[in-house]
């Protein structure tokens, strides 16, 4: 896929605009969780790496191991801190492509303004709690069904057995 800074009528203006309100709305938060979540299933998978060197070394101690694997995760979470603005780079054609350049304008200013700053402060809580409620929810809908299959089932054992099909 070319860079979307190639195709016809490109806005740098639009593309600047995409990347900061990315960062407005969590981009970076978001970027770090993903990087660190790959970093320690890196970290861990690099226990079969080292199983040989390990078996070849067995007089080096755990600790030497570890911190092989720990210098290699902290490599890769810097590396990925120092690239933060490739991953905006990545993801503004996301917003390029979705909004104007007067829209991400009014988007930036909302987000910026303290009613968007309540919002953004505000939303893990809240779709913490939808979350919950919609587990709730469904609990209560897989109880009506299954009570509901149970009826069913009771009418057709009933309606089996009056008809001498038992």
Known sequence: MGSIR??????EERFLLAKQFARLTGGE???MRVLGDMTQEYVTSM??????LKEAY???PLDFWNNISQDIGDSILNRGRESLSLFFDMIAPVYYENFTTSEL???????ESPLGQKLQNTTKAMVRGIHQNA???SGIILERSTQMISDKLENLRDELSNNGDA
Request: net charge positive; aromatic share 18%.
């Open 6 to 11: 190639n195709r016809p009528g490109f806005k």
């Open 29 to 31: 938060g978001i970027a």
């Open 47 to 52: 226990g079969q790496f080292l199983m040989p």
């Open 58 to 60: 067995p007089n080096k």
């Open 105 to 111: 304008k009014e988007l930036i200013k909302f987000y």
């Open 135 to 137: 587990c709730d929810w």
